[in-house]
């Protein structure tokens, strides 16, 4: 299969040449799809272009667009930032001590806890 050591060094980096291709094309198509301000015969277009032409549009668009690709990643991360953290917060339930005291009332008046259990969960949430 390899005839010499640089068949081998050759064919490394042809692979590595289009595995390259492939993470900058898919990055450039996630843009296109992530862009809500251009039309869908642009990205039509641009999806043309890259089927019959790869090589060459990907390097256009990555000059003509990369400044506007990096800030699009950049709102797309913020987004899924703050969708996790307002997750986060209402999942560990960030309730405030007088709703803690609340609650802990409503299982004691309902007969689920005991006073003492309640004096203990009231304590907790003071503290």
Same mark, same amino acid.
């Given at each position: 299969?390899?005839?010499?050591?640089? =068949?081998f060094i050759w064919y490394t980096?042809?692979?590595?040449?289009?595995? #390259? *291709?492939l993470m900058i094309l898919f990055n450039v198509l #996630? =843009?296109?799809?992530? =862009?809500?301000? @251009?039309s869908g015969f642009i990205k039509a277009v641009w999806i043309i272009f890259l089927?019959?032409?790869?090589? !060459? @549009?990907?390097?256009?668009y990555l !000059?003509?667009?990369g400044r506007g690709m990096a800030e699009r990643a950049q709102a797309s991360q913020?987004?899924?930032?703050? /969708? #996790? =953290?307002? *997750? !986060?917060k209402q999942a560990a339930g960030t309730a405030s001590p007088a709703d803690q005291i609340h609650s802990a009332k409503a299982l004691l008046d309902?007969? @689920? !806890?005991? /006073? /003492?259990?309640f004096d203990s969960l009231k304590a907790k949430a003071l503290a």
């Amino acid at each position: 299969m390899w005839d010499s050591f640089w =068949d081998f060094i050759w064919y490394t980096l042809v692979i590595f040449a289009f595995i #390259a *291709y492939l993470m900058i094309l898919f990055n450039v198509l #996630a =843009d296109l799809f992530r =862009d809500h301000k @251009t039309s869908g015969f642009i990205k039509a277009v641009w999806i043309i272009f890259l089927i019959l032409v790869p090589y !060459i @549009t990907v390097f256009v668009y990555l !000059i003509a667009r990369g400044r506007g690709m990096a800030e699009r990643a950049q709102a797309s991360q913020l987004a899924a930032r703050e /969708q #996790a =953290d307002a *997750y !986060i917060k209402q999942a560990a339930g960030t309730a405030s001590p007088a709703d803690q005291i609340h609650s802990a009332k409503a299982l004691l008046d309902n007969g @689920t !806890i005991t /006073q /003492q259990e309640f004096d203990s969960l009231k304590a907790k949430a003071l503290a």
